[in-house]
Nanobody
């Protein structure tokens, strides 16, 4: 059983920055793709960023502004978000996707609001 706990959300002005953290329950990064998703009100959940080893991938809407990374010693995944825009407002979810079974684990989500 994999447990994911997000933190770091909040209210920020346009152009500001936030760093989201996702603490995992163990050493899982070699077995899972680690993803950040987000869901805005009335919209579908969308994939924002992925990391596994040296592989990273980003949605076009966040390229050049967001960076996903891991700290293996802390079993934590981060999403550094810079130059935030109002359209980045959403609940952000951490996800672990098993490369072997295809199973997904989800965190509880953290709210990010970008507003002046």
């Amino acid at each position: 059983q994999v447990q994911l706990v997000e933190s770091g959300g909040g209210l920020v002005q346009p152009g500001g920055s936030l760093r989201l953290s996702c603490a995992t329950s163990g050493t899982i990064f070699s077995q899972y793709y680690m993803n950040w998703y987000r869901q805005a009100p009335g919209k579908e959940r969308e994939l924002v960023a992925t990391i596994r080893g040296v592989y990273t991938n980003y949605a076009d809407s966040v390229k050049g502004r967001f960076i996903i990374s891991t700290d293996n010693a802390k079993n934590t995944v981060y999403l550094q978000m810079d130059n935030l825009k109002p359209e980045d407002t959403a609940v952000y979810y951490c996800n672990a996707h098993s490369a072997r079974t295809g199973y997904d684990y989800w965190g509880q989500g953290t709210q990010v609001t970008v507003s002046s």
